[in-house]
């Protein structure tokens, strides 16, 4: 089941305010639901989203 994550429970989530999560989430494409007034974060698309997301620095771990 895909459970819907409140924008608090979604920031609390990826670490960050909720001020931060309000000025981010359309900008960066996070995947949300308006449900009239409310915003809601499905979360398996949330979980998708920060895998596609995750930097890696190749070159650092190459060097080690």
């Avoid at 089941?1 to 989430?25: C, K, P, W």
């Amino acid at each position: 089941m895909n459970t819907l994550l409140s924008r608090a429970e979604a920031a609390q989530r990826l670490g960050i305010s909720l001020v931060t999560f309000d000025r981010i989430y359309k900008k960066c494409g996070l995947p949300y639901i308006q449900i009239g007034h409310s915003v809601k974060i499905p979360s398996k698309e949330l979980d998708e989203w920060i895998t596609r997301n995750i930097t890696r620095n190749t070159q650092s771990t190459e060097q080690r």
